[in-house]
């Protein structure tokens, strides 16, 4: 088993900065894919990006591609997300998931995760 605490989230202004963290134990951190997730009031779950643990490739998606940054400090077990020019619609509660090396399938897809965190609230004003 391996725990995922989320921290970080808060209200910010449109345009702002805001850097999500994600701790996690019970297991070797640095062996997980890590991904982050949100969700919106009357949403679905929206893939965010995602940090493949063998060869360290990135995904994002399409709508924070260029404005947010995944990264890990396997010293600390701790995944990071860097929120830049924040817009109201990235307005969410933020996940943090987590899967193992030998997982199969996309990491866009919330199927690909085994551990989830309990979320953050992350709030844009306009």
């Known amino acids: 088993q391996v725990q995922l605490v989320e921290s970080g989230g808060g209200l910010v202004q449109a345009g702002g900065s805001l850097r999500v963290s994600c701790a996690a134990s019970?297991?070797?951190?640095?062996?997980?894919?890590m991904g982050w997730f949100r969700q919106a009031p009357g949403k679905e779950r929206e893939f965010v990006a995602a940090?493949?643990?063998?060869?360290?490739?990135?995904y994002y998606g399409d709508s924070v591609k260029g404005r947010f940054t995944i990264s890990r400090d396997n010293a600390k077990s701790t995944v990071y997300l860097q929120m830049n020019s924040l817009k109201p619609e990235d307005t969410a509660v933020y996940y943090c998931?987590?899967?193992?090396?030998?997982?199969?399938?996309?990491?866009?897809?919330?199927?690909?995760?085994?551990?989830w965190g309990q979320g953050t609230q992350v709030t844009v004003s306009s």
């Open positions: 940090l493949r643990q063998t060869g360290g490739n990135t």
């Open positions: 019970g297991r070797t951190f640095s062996s997980y894919n």
């Open positions: 998931a987590a899967s193992s090396i030998g997982s199969l399938g996309v990491v866009t897809s919330t199927r690909f995760y085994r551990y």
